[in-house]
T-cell receptor
């Protein structure tokens, strides 16, 4: 069964450093998403991406964040200068483009980001 | 975004049906009801969705009231592996639709 993969599973970085979180969505999916979950809190939407541009972003997704689809398979989230409060689990998700009623999003296993 | 209300926690005995309620009284006419679950710290997993008719798949059944202001997710024969946080989410059905997660219901299946 196809699945969304994410690397690394755990990333430890120093405050102020740049990090890139990587995701490989399901191959025939064209909608991509990033969510995050701070420990003990709810899952929060960050950004959605379609046709090589951002469809929607939340207030969390400020100028420190960027997304990119550098090739035909990867989808990345970059945080330019990490802050302590960026420590969280980051989930990538993807969904199909379909004219039918279906917005099932498939989530990856997540990357745990720890900012020291 | 329509808001949902779910009980924070529920318990169910293994092998019994787990019935998880959700209130979504502000749902609009073209919004669907989605259920996802999150086992421990894994990525959320889609379970089922519906508009106004009852739906069933291999995982669960979804019962939506006629006025669409509430719904119930039914896990017919709960197992220990169904212990998770269950999220009821309302939203659109096409395009890059963000999922707005609430706190969900922490369902514990007891042996």
């Amino acid at each position: 069964e196809p699945e969304v993969t994410q690397t690394p599973s755990h990333q430890v970085t120093q405050m102020g450093q740049e990090v890139i979180l990587r995701c490989v969505p399901i191959s025939n999916h064209l909608y991509f998403y990033w969510y995050r979950q701070i420990l003990g809190q709810k899952v929060e939407f960050l950004v959605s991406f379609y046709n090589n541009e951002i469809s929607e972003k939340s207030e969390i997704f400020d100028d420190q964040f960027s997304v990119e689809r550098p090739d035909g398979s990867n989808f990345t989230l970059k945080i330019r200068s990490t802050k302590l409060e960026d420590s969280a689990m980051y989930f990538c998700a993807s969904s199909e483009v379909t004219g039918l009623v279906d917005n099932e999003q498939f989530f990856g296993p997540g990357t745990r980001l720890t900012v020291l | 975004d329509a808001k949902t209300t779910q009980p924070p926690s529920m318990d169910c005995a293994e092998g019994r049906a787990a019935n998880l309620p959700c209130n979504h009284s502000t749902i609009s006419g073209n919004e669907y009801v989605y259920w996802y679950r999150q086992i421990h710290s894994q990525g959320p997993q889609y379970i089922i969705h519906g508009l106004k008719n009852n739906e069933t798949n291999e995982m669960a059944s979804l019962i939506i009231t006629e006025d669409r202001k509430s719904s119930t997710l039914i896990l017919p024969h709960a197992t220990l592996r169904d212990t998770a946080v269950y999220y009821c989410i309302v939203g659109g059905f096409q395009g890059a639709q963000k999922l707005v997660f609430g706190q969900g219901t922490r369902l514990t299946i007891n042996p």
